[in-house]
């Protein structure tokens, strides 16, 4: 198991007390208990988004659930935006739970951070560019998730590769590189381009704890780097899915009448959340269940997942090739 190798310390895992620098990312549909208990007892850190779990009470039964099977560290996603009813429940429930670390998602974290230092925990704020990361420093996060182009879920515009380095010029606090971090050899390189940790997603759909249809998870095995694509018909900003023939059925873009609508200053408070409603029923289907609709939400390093494993095989496959990347580079 990976817990029987040699540690990789980093801030991020000394800020956590934890094995390796490696975060099994919140994904809407995909996390699980199983996961992040596996990922956490593995010596990284399991989070997943607090809406995976509908209504609260299932939500506050996963919670006790996790907390009831490891004593590791574990994480919680939650969605900041106003649109976000349940955000401050949430957040509460999380936090008693014993959650010790917060990823927050497209929105301000400032409550998030005030709360979670009252107890302890620790806010990393997911973020696309310099202007949003120097923001969540100055509102005290703990650290700021660089989302690289190429990420699964709401990727962001800017390469890891130069994202990483640049808010490493300009921040004091760590960074945890997001967007095509699934092997050891690229975590290697996110510790080298100034990060202090991994955010996995894609690499752990295809796992055996995922809750998703066994058919999603072979698309992520069987696709490479060229079949993902940007969609705004799911939330109405950009986010990488598969492309399969439905999803090239559908097209990329948002309906035009819903796009003008969403233009419109006094329609777009209704508009927007429509099209979430509309996008999650969509991706809700195809996650679950075997569906000629397929709408598979996957980040550009499907390319590098070539079998399903269980996570904690996930894990110790992840810190044995970063050791053997890093032995394997010219001296
Ligand atoms: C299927 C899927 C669902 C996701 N859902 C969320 C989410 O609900 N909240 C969030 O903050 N990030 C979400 N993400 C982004 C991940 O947390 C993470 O940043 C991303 O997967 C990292 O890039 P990678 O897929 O190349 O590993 C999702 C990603 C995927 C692949």
């Known amino acids: ?154 990727a962001g515009p800017v390469s890891p590769i130069v994202l990483v380095p640049w808010l490493k010029e300009k921040l004091r606090i760590p960074i945890v590189a997001a967007g095509g971090f699934a092997s050891g050899r690229t975590i290697a390189a996110a510790l080298a381009l100034g990060a202090s940790a991994a955010h996995v997603g894609t690499r752990f759909i295809a796992s055996v704890e995922a809750g998703v249809d066994g058919a999603y998870k072979k698309a992520v095995v069987d696709a490479t780097p060229e079949d993902i694509v940007m969609t705004t018909r799911i939330s109405g900003t950009p986010a990488a899915v598969i492309r399969t023939p439905y999803v090239e059925k559908l097209g990329l873009d948002l309906h035009w009448a819903l796009k003008a609508l969403k233009d419109q200053p006094r329609a777009k408070k209704y508009v927007v959340p429509l099209i979430h409603w509309l996008g999650m029923r969509q991706l809700e289907e195809a996650a679950n269940k075997p569906t000629w609709k397929t709408v598979w939400s996957a980040g550009q390093s499907v390319g590098l997942v070539h079998d399903i494993l269980p996570c904690a095989e996930i894990m110790e496959r992840l810190v044995g090739e970063y050791f053997d990347a890093v032995a394997g580079m010219p001296k």
């Not at 850190?45 to 574990?74: C, M, Q």
């Open 1 to 154: 198991m990976a817990s029987s190798r040699e540690a990789i310390p980093t801030d991020f895992t000394r800020l956590f007390g934890i094995r390796y620098p490696i975060i099994g990312a919140p994904m809407f549909l995909v996390s699980n208990v199983e996961m992040v208990v596996a990922v956490s007892e593995a010596g990284g850190i399991g989070t997943f988004p607090a809406l995976n779990f509908r209504p609260v009470e299932a939500y506050r039964s996963a919670l006790r659930d996790i907390a009831a099977r490891t004593s590791k560290p574990w994480g919680v996603n939650i969605i900041v935006n106003k649109s976000n009813a349940r955000r401050k429940e949430d957040l509460r429930h999380a936090l008693d739970n014993g959650a010790r670390l917060l990823v927050t998602s497209l929105g301000s974290p400032a409550e998030v951070i005030r709360e979670a230092h009252k107890s302890g925990a620790k806010v990393f704020c997911d973020v696309t560019n310099l202007q949003h990361a120097q923001k969540a420093q100055d509102l005290g996060a703990d650290g700021v998730i660089a989302v690289g182009v190429g990420a699964g879920g709401h």
